[in-house]
């Protein structure tokens, strides 16, 4: 509020701040009992893309490059990697996974989120988020490619880290 009040010379007591609103079900679900029938530990790997994107490519390599480092080192680990929500084909995630300790974890039902020019996008709809919620809150860390998702991992005092692609093929 100070900094804008200097800035933009706007009196405090005129200034609102509020929270983000695709933040407010952390606050909620700051007292749900956490899923404990759980036993193996998780990374969750927050995807940025579903398409042959080369974000998505990358991170996939990503992805696989770390269940490969898992198995080598005889980990007890495995990754569940959570798809963005918006995709523009429907297609089998499955299919890009090369290690047996990486499992794509669907979620919300498949829905015609809009149509342009003839192609239709689909969004993966939750009616709550509890279920994103103890999925970040039972791993053991959260790997995040360009998604807010990672910042809602760090409100909810996770161990996150932030991946970027390479800048030598920008």
């Known amino acids: 509020k100070k900094e804008i009040s200097r800035k933009h010379k706007i009196e405090i007591s005129k200034i609102d701040i509020l929270k983000p609103f695709q933040f407010e079900y952390i606050d909620k679900n700051l007292k749900l009992k956490l899923n404990k029938k759980n036993k193996k530990k998780y990374i969750l790997f927050v995807c940025c893309a579903e398409d042959n994107s080369r974000a998505s490519i990358e991170e996939f390599n990503i992805i696989n490059h770390i269940g ?47 149509t342009f ?49 390479k800048f030598d093929n920008l």
């Open 68 to 114: 490969k480092y898992l198995i080598k080192n005889k980990s007890n680990i495995i990754i569940k990697v959570r798809p963005y929500p918006y995709l523009s084909k429907k297609s089998n995630l499955n299919k890009r996974i090369k290690f047996k300790n990486i499992f794509i974890e669907n979620y919300g039902t498949l829905r015609v989120r809009r």
């Open 117 to 165: 020019n003839d192609k239709v996008e689909y969004i993966r709809y939750e009616s709550n988020d509890n279920y994103k919620y103890e999925l970040i809150k039972n791993s053991i860390a959260v790997i995040n490619f360009f998604s807010t998702m990672g910042i809602e991992s760090v409100l909810i005092k996770k161990f996150t880290l932030f991946l970027n692609i």
